[in-house]
């Protein structure tokens, strides 16, 4: 069984920082790519925010966050690291972070995920 444990989050003013964390817990696990996704209130679906290449460190990000979020990754601790600037109020949202075996933009190509973490952006 795959966890991935996610940390970080939390409450933030506009134009501020975050940094969100997710760490695969099997370290033999094969990891392609790692998505993160949001479900802003009210919202049922999960909106793509961006992923990133496991192996190559590729990556690519929706155009609502290009810009001011980055991605990356420390392969030998199995975590991937999602950084938000300049964060405005319609970035609140609960951040998801997934694993999968492609560069996939929706929800659906992603096997294993994490519980979420809440970000909330409110003067």
């Known amino acids: 069984q795959v966890h991935l444990v996610q940390s970080g989050g939390g409450l933030v003013h506009p134009g501020g920082s975050l940094t969100l964390s997710c760490t695969a817990s099997?370290?033999?696990?094969?990891?392609?790519?790692m998505g993160w996704f949001r479900q802003e209130p009210g919202k049922e679906e999960r909106a793509f925010v961006g992923?990133?290449?496991?192996?190559?460190?590729?990556?690519y990000y929706a155009d609502s966050v290009k810009g001011r979020f980055t991605i990356s990754r420390d392969n030998a601790k199995n975590t991937g690291y999602l950084q938000m600037d300049s964060l405005e109020p319609e970035d609140t949202a609960i951040y998801f972070c997934?694993?999968?075996?492609?560069?996939?933009?929706?929800?659906?190509?992603?096997?294993?995920w994490g519980r979420g973490t809440q970000v909330t952006v409110s003067s």
């Open positions: 997934a694993i999968g075996d492609a560069m996939g933009m929706i929800d659906t190509e992603y096997a294993y």
């Open positions: 099997e370290r033999s696990l094969n990891i392609y790519a």
């Open positions: 992923n990133i290449g496991w192996i190559t460190g590729n990556t």
